[in-house]
């Protein structure tokens, strides 16, 4: 069941449409992760859920009520921002206990709750320290351990890795499903970076244009994209995509890419004399030096190692260029010379998308 419900969610800021007739349905004790490019809509979400920011048009429930009429302090809602928004003239400890103070608490649960968080987050250490004197991971934690320390039934989180170095963004990857399940909150994660969505998200929510083109487990989002844009934002090196038309012939069904042949492991007879476009993830690209049936012949250009794997560029015929990506491969780790070979594709892994909408065909 829905815990938190958005429907038809409107905003305009003059004539640019913001979020368009956005709808959302969070389960309780979720975390969601909102992801899409600047100027989706992401933020301008978070703060309409907050109360912050009134709708156009929509409505937001949370546990079956209507939070039309519901101010920002009422809601339950805390949101933390990546720019840590730290009060600069208080310690770390009394950041943090800032929610417990307006809610007039005692002293001594304000305490325990602060070294509670505090340890959780691993900053217990730093509590008498001005933010002037915490690292960024440091700041980044006591912003969040203000959002978290009065146990929030939804917590909002503005892309809060984005301004912490890239040791405190694994590590907090790592540290953040375990948080979150153990402050049993509604977590809505808004970030431009698509492994920390696949890395945090029990959903992923991918927001284009103000609406939501997919809401799906990471694997869903990764490998059944429902359009050629979901496709294209996910993975590194990209997805491959070419447009072709696939034919009968007596290998199987083929299609041409880059003036070469190449038959397609998975036949799809109801696109056969149809225009569409072919997407294959790079993992998913085989390359070798030897012959095999239905594989095209390319060159292999460019190598670059990429930490475990090995990406690999390759060229068909006419100079099309095909990213083709394998577990760390020592033989070709240091080759820079051009070196002829085939390419052919995994089985069960072809994508096939609308040239004209995108969409998964």
């Given at each position: 069941?829905?815990?938190?419900?958005?429907?038809?969610?409107?905003?305009?800021?003059?004539?640019?449409?913001?979020?368009?007739?956005?709808?959302?349905?969070?389960?309780?004790?979720?975390?969601?992760?909102?992801?899409?490019?600047?100027?989706?809509?992401?933020?301008?979400?978070?703060?309409?859920?907050?109360?912050?920011?009134?709708?156009?048009?929509?409505?937001?429930?949370?546990?079956?009520?209507?939070?039309?009429?519901?101010?920002?302090?009422?809601?339950?809602?805390?949101?933390?921002?990546?720019?840590?928004?730290?009060?600069?003239?208080?310690?770390?400890?009394?950041?943090?206990?800032?929610?417990?103070?307006?809610?007039?608490?005692?002293?001594?649960?304000?305490?325990?709750?602060?070294?509670?968080?505090?340890?959780?987050?691993?900053?217990?250490?730093?509590?008498?320290?001005?933010?002037?004197?915490?690292?960024?991971?440091?700041?980044?934690?006591?912003?969040?351990?203000?959002?978290?320390?009065?146990?929030?039934p939804v917590i909002l989180l503005d892309d809060p890795l984005r301004n912490v170095d890239a040791k405190i963004r694994f590590e907090m990857r790592l540290e953040f499903p375990?948080?979150?399940?153990?402050?049993?909150?509604?977590?809505?994660?808004?970030?431009?970076?698509?492994?920390?969505?696949?890395?945090?998200?029990?959903?992923?929510?991918?927001?284009?244009?103000?609406?939501?083109?997919?809401?799906?487990?990471?694997?869903g989002i990764y490998r059944n994209p429902r359009t050629r844009e979901v496709a294209r934002l996910f993975g590194d090196p990209p997805i491959n995509l070419f447009e072709v038309?696939?034919?009968?012939?007596?290998?199987?069904?083929?299609?041409?890419?880059?003036?070469?042949?190449?038959?397609?492991?998975?036949?799809?007879?109801?696109?056969?004399?149809?225009?569409?476009?072919?997407?294959?993830?790079?993992?998913?690209?085989?390359?070798?030096?030897?012959?095999?049936?239905?594989?095209?012949?390319?060159?292999?250009?460019?190598?670059?190692?990429?930490?475990?794997?090995?990406?690999?560029?390759?060229?068909?015929?006419?100079?099309?260029?095909?990213?083709?990506?394998?577990?760390?491969?020592?033989?070709?780790?240091?080759?820079?010379?051009?070196?002829?070979?085939?390419?052919?594709?995994?089985?069960?892994?072809?994508?096939?998308?609308?040239?004209?909408?995108?969409?998964?065909?």
């Amino acid at each position: 069941m829905s815990y938190l419900k958005l429907s038809g969610l409107s905003k305009a800021f003059g004539k640019k449409q913001v979020l368009d007739g956005l709808d959302l349905e969070v389960r309780k004790g979720e975390c969601l992760v909102v992801f899409g490019g600047s100027g989706s809509g992401k933020t301008t979400l978070l703060r309409h859920i907050a109360g912050v920011m009134e709708p156009d048009a929509g409505s937001i429930s949370l546990g079956g009520q209507d939070l039309g009429d519901v101010g920002p302090e009422a809601r339950g809602v805390a949101m933390a921002f990546q720019n840590f928004a730290l009060y600069p003239h208080m310690t770390a400890f009394e950041n943090i206990a800032s929610p417990l103070r307006a809610r007039r608490m005692g002293e001594a649960e304000i305490v325990n709750r602060v070294q509670e968080v505090a340890r959780l987050l691993r900053i217990d250490h730093v509590l008498s320290h001005l933010p002037k004197q915490l690292s960024n991971g440091q700041k980044q934690r006591t912003s969040l351990g203000r959002s978290l320390v009065h146990k929030p039934p939804v917590i909002l989180l503005d892309d809060p890795l984005r301004n912490v170095d890239a040791k405190i963004r694994f590590e907090m990857r790592l540290e953040f499903p375990k948080l979150f399940k153990a402050f049993g909150s509604t977590v809505l994660y808004v970030t431009q970076d698509y492994r920390e969505a696949l890395a945090l998200g029990d959903r992923i929510g991918v927001l284009v244009n103000g609406r939501f083109q997919q809401i799906d487990s990471p694997s869903g989002i990764y490998r059944n994209p429902r359009t050629r844009e979901v496709a294209r934002l996910f993975g590194d090196p990209p997805i491959n995509l070419f447009e072709v038309t696939p034919r009968a012939g007596g290998a199987g069904q083929t299609v041409d890419i880059g003036g070469q042949t190449l038959v397609l492991p998975d036949a799809r007879p109801d696109l056969e004399g149809q225009p569409c476009v072919l997407g294959v993830r790079p993992e998913d690209v085989v390359f070798s030096t030897q012959a095999a049936p239905g594989a095209m012949p390319v060159a292999l250009e460019a190598v670059m190692p990429f930490n475990v794997r090995t990406i690999t560029l390759l060229k068909a015929g006419s100079g099309t260029e095909i990213l083709a990506s394998r577990p760390e491969d020592t033989e070709l780790a240091g080759t820079r010379e051009r070196i002829p070979g085939f390419a052919h594709l995994s089985a069960g892994r072809t994508m096939f998308f609308d040239r004209a909408t995108g969409a998964r065909l």
